[in-house]
């Protein structure tokens, strides 16, 4: 294997903009009541929505990890209060071992909801990516309450539009940008990743006052690959012909791994598994074998911005799996070592958040397609649904070859443009509702 090194990088991450934007008006605390009262209902309808007849046990611990964020969150202000950091983090490039064995707990930040488009309109403009938009949103009318506890946040360069908002984020809050290389089919590419994690390494070293050590790391590592393996079995479950869990409450306990302890996360989807294998040699079902299976691809779906999700299972549909990098991509990859050197373990985290990331951001994405195929194999998918958040651009340039190569091969996809409003709930229900039947069909030739 080629040699992999560090090369002559700036070691100060920290935006210096000589011309800082002025931070908003503050919301008013009514307005800041109503946003967080409307995202609390949302959730709540979607939340009622997985209360089924036949639904595991298990489920209730995930079902309460996004019903009660609160408890979550004070956890996070003790820690703080003991002297403990957090880091707030975006997309899937961010190694997250890194910040366990510094001595930090990492969240995920990304937030999607209507309500903080509003909230974001003094910081960006309105016609960009309305996931960027509603996460800028949610620090000031606090929809997101992490975001306060946050002592840095790490946005990664994936598009155009998360590059920009680490620079508006960067006015109100302390925001590092972990640079990504444009390709990932070369060594030079390697080089240059390897080199921002060897940064960011002794950034977060200076940040807790804590030096990232051999045997910290290699805890961290073995802390997560136990949660990839956990979550592997899971998949592993959805597979089978037999359905025991819905895809919304699949895509719940995704959404759950970005704020919860990952020791707890990975001991409670270990118990729903055993359950899970439980109700399989029961012969137990949350739905018909023969129920329509829909892989959902395209933009991430991000709490509580459901509505795609509830209207293909509303509509008598099984979200058999995702690609999406809030959920199945999130947590698929694992660290493979090769050897538990600290240079073989950097190289080794190097690798993972860079090379399997199958994200359309990169020049070259055929291995995207890869995966999707894949997936639609595995989790036997009769059809496709394209999520696109209206004005995400990479997901849109990406439409016009994925409608291809699935149409060469007879599989059937449905392209949904939206964003976070109600307003179109009816028409995509209709379209969802037609191409269900027009799935259906297909199967019974």
């Keep these: 294997m080629a ?68 408890t979550r969150l004070k956890e996070l202000m003790e820690w703080k209060a003991k002297g403990g950091k957090v880091v707030g983090l975006f997309c899937v490039q961010v190694p997250e071992e890194l910040i366990i064995s510094a001595g930090a707990i990492a969240i995920r930040m990304e937030c999607g909801f209507i309500g903080n488009l509003s909230a974001s309109e003094e910081a960006m403009p309105s016609n960009v990516c309305p996931l960027c938009r509603s996460s800028v949103g ?47 089919d070369n060594l030079q590419a390697r080089d240059y990743f390897f080199g921002h994690i060897k940064l960011l390494v002794k950034k977060l070293e200076k940040l807790t006052g804590r030096k990232i050590t051999r045997k910290a790391l290699e805890s961290s590592i073995k802390l997560l690959q136990q949660r990839t393996r956990v979550f592997r079995v899971f998949l592993d479950i959805r597979k089978q012909k037999q359905i025991v869990i819905s895809g919304r409450d699949s895509m719940l306990i995704a959404h759950a791994a970005f704020i919860d302890d990952p020791h707890r996360w990975t001991w409670y989807l270990d118990g729903l598994n055993k359950e899970l294998l439980g109700m399989l040699d029961k012969q137990i079902k949350v739905m018909p074998e023969n129920t329509p299976r829909m892989l959902v691809t395209g933009s991430p779906i991000i709490w509580p911005a459901w509505k795609v999700l509830n209207t293909i299972e509303e509509s008598g549909a099984l979200v058999a799996i995702d690609d999406s990098c809030g959920g199945t991509q999130y947590l698929y990859n694992i660290v493979e070592v090769p050897d538990w050197s600290m240079m ?62 699935l149409k060469d091969r ?16 009816g028409q995509i229900k209709t379209r969802i509702e037609a191409f269900i039947e027009m799935v259906n069909a297909k199967k019974e030739k």
């Design 3 to 70: 040699k992999i090194y560090a090369g002559n990088f700036s070691e100060d991450y920290d935006f210096q903009s000589r011309y800082r934007a002025q931070a908003p008006q503050p919301h008013p605390p009514h307005a800041i009541l109503e946003a967080r009262k409307n995202f609390q209902e949302l959730a709540e309808r979607n939340l009622a929505l997985l209360e089924k007849p036949i639904r595991a046990e298990h489920i209730k611990y995930f079902h309460q990890v996004m019903a009660s964020p609160e």
């Design 138 to 184: 949610a620090a000031f009318n606090k929809t997101n309450p992490f975001f306060d506890l946050l002592d840095v946040v790490i946005i990664p360069t994936t598009c155009d539009c998360k590059k920009k908002m680490a620079e508006v984020l960067s006015n109100y809050a302390k925001v590092w940008v972990l640079e990504l290389p444009q390709n990932r």
């Design 344 to 405: 073989g373990m950097l190289t080794a985290l190097a690798d993972k958040y860079l090379l399997p990331t199958v994200c359309p951001v990169f020049v070259h994405s055929d291995d995207r397609i890869d995966r999707l195929l894949e997936l639609r194999s595995q989790f036997r998918a009769d059809g496709v649904i394209y999520h696109l958040l209206r004005l995400c651009q990479c997901i849109d340039m990406e439409y016009g070859k994925v409608q291809a190569v």
């Design 410 to 425: 007879g599989i059937p996809v449905l392209r949904i443009e939206t964003e976070y409003g109600e307003e179109d709930v």
